[in-house]
Protein backbone atom coordinates (compact mmCIF):
# COMPACT_ATOMS: atom_id res chain seq x y z
CA UNK A 1 0.00 0.00 0.00
CA UNK A 2 1.18 3.23 -1.08
CA UNK A 3 1.33 6.12 1.78
CA UNK A 4 0.86 9.73 0.53
CA UNK A 5 4.19 11.56 1.64
CA UNK A 6 4.35 13.78 4.32
CA UNK A 7 3.76 17.51 3.55
CA UNK A 8 7.05 18.24 5.38
CA UNK A 9 9.93 16.49 6.92
CA UNK A 10 12.59 17.82 9.00
CA UNK A 11 14.98 15.93 11.82
CA UNK A 12 15.69 17.80 15.18
CA UNK A 13 17.61 17.07 18.43
CA UNK A 14 16.10 18.63 21.64
CA UNK A 15 18.89 18.97 23.78
CA UNK A 16 17.96 19.97 27.61
CA UNK A 17 20.87 21.29 29.06
CA UNK A 18 21.09 22.02 32.96
CA UNK A 19 23.72 24.07 35.11
CA UNK A 20 23.23 24.67 38.83
CA UNK A 21 23.98 27.93 40.39
CA UNK A 22 26.86 28.06 42.52
CA UNK A 23 26.69 31.91 44.01
CA UNK A 24 23.75 33.87 44.49
CA UNK A 25 23.31 36.59 41.01
CA UNK A 26 20.72 38.22 39.14
CA UNK A 27 20.26 37.72 35.69
CA UNK A 28 18.39 39.75 33.00
CA UNK A 29 14.80 38.49 32.11
CA UNK A 30 15.01 37.47 29.28
CA UNK A 31 18.39 34.91 28.44
CA UNK A 32 18.59 33.65 25.13
CA UNK A 33 21.63 35.94 24.13
CA UNK A 34 23.24 34.82 27.33
CA UNK A 35 23.10 31.19 26.71
CA UNK A 36 23.65 31.69 22.98
CA UNK A 37 26.90 33.24 24.35
CA UNK A 38 27.59 30.60 26.57
CA UNK A 39 27.26 27.72 24.11
CA UNK A 40 29.29 29.83 21.35
CA UNK A 41 32.24 30.56 23.74
CA UNK A 42 32.50 26.82 24.68
CA UNK A 43 32.22 25.33 21.41
CA UNK A 44 34.91 27.40 20.14
CA UNK A 45 37.39 24.45 21.10
CA UNK A 46 35.37 22.54 18.17
CA UNK A 47 36.25 24.75 15.47
CA UNK A 48 34.27 22.86 12.70
CA UNK A 49 31.64 22.56 14.68
CA UNK A 50 31.36 26.10 15.81
CA UNK A 51 32.03 27.60 11.93
CA UNK A 52 29.27 25.43 10.73
CA UNK A 53 26.39 25.94 13.45
CA UNK A 54 27.75 29.86 14.86
CA UNK A 55 28.65 31.13 11.46
CA UNK A 56 26.50 29.42 9.04
CA UNK A 57 24.97 32.82 7.70
CA UNK A 58 28.21 34.02 7.21
CA UNK A 59 29.11 31.31 5.11
CA UNK A 60 26.14 31.84 2.82
CA UNK A 61 27.47 35.36 2.41
CA UNK A 62 25.52 36.99 5.68
CA UNK A 63 22.70 37.65 4.31
CA UNK A 64 19.56 38.76 6.39
CA UNK A 65 17.51 36.02 5.22
CA UNK A 66 19.93 32.84 5.71
CA UNK A 67 18.19 30.98 8.76
CA UNK A 68 20.62 29.18 11.36
CA UNK A 69 20.22 25.45 12.44
CA UNK A 70 19.87 25.73 15.72
CA UNK A 71 17.35 27.27 18.41
CA UNK A 72 17.94 27.76 22.20
CA UNK A 73 14.75 27.92 24.27
CA UNK A 74 15.85 29.95 27.76
CA UNK A 75 14.30 29.30 30.51
CA UNK A 76 11.16 31.57 31.80
CA UNK A 77 11.99 35.18 33.59
CA UNK A 78 13.89 34.23 37.56
CA UNK A 79 15.42 37.85 38.10
CA UNK A 80 17.03 35.69 41.00
CA UNK A 81 19.03 32.75 40.99
CA UNK A 82 20.07 31.24 44.41
CA UNK A 83 22.96 29.18 45.24
CA UNK A 84 21.88 25.42 44.41
CA UNK A 85 18.97 27.02 41.88
CA UNK A 86 18.66 24.80 38.20
CA UNK A 87 18.78 26.93 35.82
CA UNK A 88 17.64 24.61 32.19
CA UNK A 89 17.56 25.44 28.94
CA UNK A 90 17.07 23.70 25.49
CA UNK A 91 19.25 23.69 22.41
CA UNK A 92 17.91 22.20 19.25
CA UNK A 93 19.80 20.77 16.71
CA UNK A 94 18.12 21.34 13.20
CA UNK A 95 18.65 19.14 10.07
CA UNK A 96 21.98 18.67 9.42
CA UNK A 97 23.37 20.30 12.37
CA UNK A 98 22.72 16.93 14.54
CA UNK A 99 25.83 15.54 13.35
CA UNK A 100 27.77 17.65 15.69
CA UNK A 101 25.60 17.26 18.39
CA UNK A 102 28.78 14.96 20.28
CA UNK A 103 31.09 17.48 19.88
CA UNK A 104 28.78 20.31 21.67
CA UNK A 105 27.89 17.78 24.54
CA UNK A 106 31.25 17.53 24.49
CA UNK A 107 32.25 21.28 24.17
CA UNK A 108 30.36 21.48 27.14
CA UNK A 109 31.63 18.78 29.12
CA UNK A 110 34.77 20.12 28.91
CA UNK A 111 34.18 23.68 29.86
CA UNK A 112 32.16 22.55 32.73
CA UNK A 113 31.55 25.85 34.87
CA UNK A 114 30.45 28.86 32.95
CA UNK A 115 30.11 32.89 33.82
CA UNK A 116 26.59 34.36 33.30
CA UNK A 117 25.30 37.70 33.82
CA UNK A 118 27.21 40.72 34.02
CA UNK A 119 28.98 39.95 37.01
CA UNK A 120 30.16 36.30 35.08
CA UNK A 121 28.79 34.19 38.22
CA UNK A 122 29.65 30.72 38.52
CA UNK A 123 27.14 28.17 36.63
CA UNK A 124 28.12 24.67 36.51
CA UNK A 125 27.29 21.80 34.35
CA UNK A 126 25.30 18.90 36.01
CA UNK A 127 24.32 17.29 32.87
CA UNK A 128 22.42 16.70 29.40
CA UNK A 129 19.41 15.54 28.51
CA UNK A 130 17.48 14.31 25.00
CA UNK A 131 15.14 17.07 25.53
CA UNK A 132 11.75 15.27 24.88
CA UNK A 133 12.59 11.54 25.63
CA UNK A 134 14.29 12.85 28.82
CA UNK A 135 16.99 10.19 28.53
CA UNK A 136 20.41 11.21 29.88
CA UNK A 137 23.05 12.18 27.11
CA UNK A 138 26.10 13.10 29.69
CA UNK A 139 24.91 12.24 33.20
CA UNK A 140 27.83 12.32 36.30
CA UNK A 141 30.66 12.28 33.86
CA UNK A 142 29.56 9.52 31.57
CA UNK A 143 28.61 10.24 27.82
CA UNK A 144 25.44 7.63 26.69
CA UNK A 145 25.17 9.65 22.97
CA UNK A 146 23.28 6.26 22.02
CA UNK A 147 20.19 8.57 23.88
CA UNK A 148 21.00 11.49 21.64
CA UNK A 149 18.41 10.31 19.00
CA UNK A 150 16.41 12.35 16.17
CA UNK A 151 13.16 13.53 16.33
CA UNK A 152 11.28 14.61 13.10
CA UNK A 153 8.39 17.19 12.60
CA UNK A 154 6.68 14.79 10.04
CA UNK A 155 5.04 13.34 13.01
CA UNK A 156 3.05 16.45 13.46
CA UNK A 157 1.78 16.12 9.78
CA UNK A 158 -1.21 14.63 10.50
CA UNK A 159 -4.45 16.62 10.23
CA UNK A 160 -6.32 16.41 13.36
CA UNK A 161 -10.39 17.53 13.53
CA UNK A 162 -9.63 21.34 15.57
CA UNK A 163 -12.41 24.20 14.79
CA UNK A 164 -10.99 26.38 17.32
CA UNK A 165 -7.40 27.47 18.28
CA UNK A 166 -5.54 29.43 20.99
CA UNK A 167 -2.22 30.84 20.11
CA UNK A 168 -0.56 31.88 22.86
CA UNK A 169 3.08 34.04 22.17
CA UNK A 170 5.59 32.38 25.04
CA UNK A 171 8.90 34.63 23.78
CA UNK A 172 8.51 38.00 21.76
CA UNK A 173 7.19 37.45 18.22
CA UNK A 174 9.79 39.57 16.47
CA UNK A 175 7.84 39.49 12.29
CA UNK A 176 8.98 42.26 10.45
CA UNK A 177 7.06 43.55 7.01
CA UNK A 178 8.60 46.23 4.69
CA UNK A 179 11.25 46.78 7.63
CA UNK A 180 8.64 47.42 10.39
CA UNK A 181 7.78 45.03 13.53
CA UNK A 182 4.29 43.52 12.67
CA UNK A 183 2.17 44.56 15.89
CA UNK A 184 -1.23 43.29 14.65
CA UNK A 185 -0.93 39.67 13.75
CA UNK A 186 -3.43 37.58 12.40
CA UNK A 187 -3.53 33.97 11.45
CA UNK A 188 -2.53 34.31 7.63
CA UNK A 189 0.76 36.13 8.82
CA UNK A 190 1.12 33.01 11.24
CA UNK A 191 1.01 30.31 8.82
CA UNK A 192 3.11 32.14 5.97
CA UNK A 193 6.09 32.77 8.55
CA UNK A 194 6.11 29.18 9.61
CA UNK A 195 5.79 27.70 5.93
CA UNK A 196 8.38 29.85 4.92
CA UNK A 197 10.42 29.19 7.86
CA UNK A 198 10.46 25.37 7.37
CA UNK A 199 11.03 26.07 3.39
CA UNK A 200 14.27 27.77 4.16
CA UNK A 201 15.47 25.14 6.74
CA UNK A 202 14.81 22.59 4.32
CA UNK A 203 16.35 23.64 1.51
CA UNK A 204 19.80 24.45 3.43
CA UNK A 205 19.84 21.50 6.08
CA UNK A 206 17.67 18.95 4.09
CA UNK A 207 14.68 17.17 5.00
CA UNK A 208 11.72 18.13 2.27
CA UNK A 209 8.49 20.56 2.18
CA UNK A 210 5.82 20.24 -0.26
CA UNK A 211 5.09 24.09 -1.90
CA UNK A 212 2.09 23.24 -3.78
CA UNK A 213 0.29 22.85 0.00
CA UNK A 214 1.94 25.12 1.80
CA UNK A 215 1.22 27.83 -0.88
CA UNK A 216 -2.77 25.97 -0.36
CA UNK A 217 -2.58 26.36 3.33
CA UNK A 218 -1.50 30.21 3.06
CA UNK A 219 -4.30 31.15 0.45
CA UNK A 220 -6.83 28.93 3.05
CA UNK A 221 -5.19 30.98 6.16
CA UNK A 222 -7.29 34.01 5.08
CA UNK A 223 -10.57 32.43 5.98
CA UNK A 224 -10.00 31.73 9.83
CA UNK A 225 -11.71 34.71 11.74
CA UNK A 226 -10.11 35.98 14.81
CA UNK A 227 -12.27 35.79 17.93
CA UNK A 228 -9.85 37.64 20.51
CA UNK A 229 -6.72 39.30 20.41
CA UNK A 230 -4.71 40.03 23.60
CA UNK A 231 -1.19 41.20 22.58
CA UNK A 232 0.88 43.60 23.58
CA UNK A 233 4.20 45.15 22.00
CA UNK A 234 7.25 43.79 25.13
CA UNK A 235 10.18 46.59 24.60
CA UNK A 236 13.22 45.11 25.20
CA UNK A 237 17.36 45.68 24.22
CA UNK A 238 20.21 43.70 24.45
CA UNK A 239 24.05 44.66 24.46
CA UNK A 240 25.65 43.40 21.03
CA UNK A 241 29.29 42.75 21.88
CA UNK A 242 29.83 42.11 18.27
CA UNK A 243 28.54 45.07 17.43
CA UNK A 244 29.41 47.58 20.34
CA UNK A 245 25.73 49.04 20.56
CA UNK A 246 22.51 47.97 22.11
CA UNK A 247 20.13 46.67 19.86
CA UNK A 248 16.52 46.21 19.77
CA UNK A 249 14.93 43.37 20.26
CA UNK A 250 10.84 44.30 21.21
CA UNK A 251 8.37 42.03 19.72
CA UNK A 252 4.59 40.65 20.49
CA UNK A 253 3.65 38.86 23.74
CA UNK A 254 0.37 37.58 24.44
CA UNK A 255 -2.65 35.45 23.03
CA UNK A 256 -4.98 35.52 19.45
CA UNK A 257 -7.86 32.86 19.27
CA UNK A 258 -8.86 31.97 16.35
CA UNK A 259 -11.79 29.76 14.60
CA UNK A 260 -13.28 28.20 11.38
CA UNK A 261 -12.03 24.64 9.78
CA UNK A 262 -8.32 24.75 10.80
CA UNK A 263 -7.62 21.09 10.54
CA UNK A 264 -5.04 21.65 7.12
CA UNK A 265 -3.30 24.19 9.32
CA UNK A 266 -2.89 21.77 13.01
CA UNK A 267 0.13 20.17 10.84
CA UNK A 268 2.15 23.57 10.30
CA UNK A 269 0.85 25.52 14.29
CA UNK A 270 2.36 22.05 15.44
CA UNK A 271 5.52 22.37 13.56
CA UNK A 272 5.75 26.26 14.47
CA UNK A 273 5.52 25.38 18.11
CA UNK A 274 8.60 23.56 17.88
CA UNK A 275 10.78 25.64 15.40
CA UNK A 276 9.12 28.87 16.03
CA UNK A 277 8.38 31.65 13.98
CA UNK A 278 9.61 35.55 13.01
CA UNK A 279 13.09 36.35 13.41
CA UNK A 280 15.77 35.62 16.32
CA UNK A 281 14.69 32.27 16.72
CA UNK A 282 18.32 31.52 16.92
CA UNK A 283 18.34 33.47 20.42
CA UNK A 284 14.46 32.10 21.64
CA UNK A 285 12.23 34.42 19.98
CA UNK A 286 9.15 33.54 18.45
CA UNK A 287 8.45 30.78 20.66
CA UNK A 288 4.34 29.89 20.87
CA UNK A 289 1.90 27.45 22.93
CA UNK A 290 -1.39 26.38 21.16
CA UNK A 291 -4.17 24.99 22.49
CA UNK A 292 -7.26 23.63 20.21
CA UNK A 293 -10.77 22.32 20.74
CA UNK A 294 -13.45 21.27 18.66
CA UNK A 295 -16.30 23.08 18.74
Known sequence: MNRQAPVFSLEYLPLLIRLECKETTRLPAFLGSTLHGVTGWALTRHSESYRYIFENRRWGGAAQDIVNPYIIEPP??????????????KLILIGDAVRYAK????????????????????????????????????KQGQFEMNAATTENIAVHALQEQASWCSVHMVTPVRIRRGGALVQTIDFPTIIRSITKRIQLLTERYGGSINTDVAMKVCEWANEISPTSSGLYLNEMHRYSNRKKESIDWSGMLGSLTFKGELSPFIPWLNAARILHIGRNA?????????????M
Open 103 to 138: DIATSLTQAQTFGIGAERKAFELTDIFHADQYGPIW
Open 76 to 89: RPKPVYDKGDALCF
Open 282 to 294: TFGCGQIDLVYRS
